[in-house]
């Protein structure tokens, strides 16, 4: 099996600031997951062209499934409001997502709390620099998919910028996987090195790669994640990508895992 995650900048790239549907798609093509983590997930934005860039990324995986999950209405880093249940989804949406190839049993959806003040934040391309911004609330969104090995959990989040808060966040994520079947998979730009991850989680890293800046990475900010209770249930990861694509000034991380050995 093949699992990903890409923090998608909304589908913009680098070179000239523009989003383009096809970029998006052949970004998400090459990584041929199973399942696929996104963040910085747009849908309606007049940013990113009106575009679905969830529907975007499962036509070009051939996934079945997907779901996005919005954490605001409005646009970050402009005016925005946290999403709440009655929101018209026609309004310009900012979230995260999860991509499967695999059919989903279940899915659940987790609040995580915004840090209650403005951190400093560098934003990349024309017109950024150094900024201080409100953070946004955040999402852990899980799927109980029926992969071909038996059930199993895979989540996907975008953890706080703000240092502390992001630790916050992501122990209670792994609170609340721990009640979904094993093994449990989290995908995500948790916005800290694996060596925190790692310690303030208890979970494994499948991968220790650069992902941030994409042009030349030197900082691992996303994750792919076992939970050791059930880890046994997955096989050896016998690759790890990091490849260079056309969109997002992170890199995707991709883990590709053999099938667990027969009992």
């Known amino acids: 099996m093949r699992l990903a995650t890409f923090n998608l900048l909304h589908g913009r790239s680098l070179s000239d600031g523009t989003v383009h549907a096809d970029r998006i798609a052949a970004a998400v093509a ?16 007049p940013r990113s062209g009106l575009l679905d860039l969830t529907a975007i990324a499962a036509e070009a995986m051939g ?4 779901r996005f999950a919005a954490a605001v209405v409005g ?21 995260i997502a999860l991509v499967s190839r695999w059919p989903v049993l279940r899915w659940q959806i987790t609040q995580l709390p915004a840090a209650p003040v403005r951190s400093p934040v560098w ?49 209670a994520a792994v609170r609340a996987l721990r009640a979904l079947p094993a093994p449990r998979i989290l995908l995500g730009d948790l ?26 990475p030197r900082a691992q900010l996303d994750h792919i994640l ?26 995707p991380l991709v883990v590709h895992l053999d099938p667990p050995p027969a009992d």
């Open 63 to 66: 996934a079945p499934v997907h």
């Open 191 to 216: 916005n800290m090195p694996s060596g925190p991850v790692r310690a303030f989680s208890g979970w494994r890293p499948l991968a220790r790669r650069a992902t941030y800046p994409s042009p030349s």
């Open 123 to 171: 934003i990349p391309g024309p017109g950024g620099g150094l900024m201080m911004l409100k953070d946004e609330p955040r999402i852990l969104l899980a799927a109980v998919v029926d992969a071909p090995t038996g059930p199993m959990t895979v989540a996907n989040t975008h953890l706080s910028f703000v240092p502390g808060w992001n630790v916050r966040q992501l122990r």
């Open 226 to 251: 076992a939970d050791p209770r059930g880890a046994g249930l997955l096989g050896p990861v016998v690759q790890v990508r990091t490849p260079a694509v056309g969109v997002s000034d992170h890199r």
């Open 75 to 95: 646009t970050p880093g402009e005016r925005w409001q946290p999403w709440r249940s009655d929101d018209d989804n026609a309004h310009p949406l900012y979230g």
């Open 30 to 45: 090459d990584l041929d997951a199973d399942v696929l983590g996104l963040q910085e997930v747009d849908r309606a934005q």
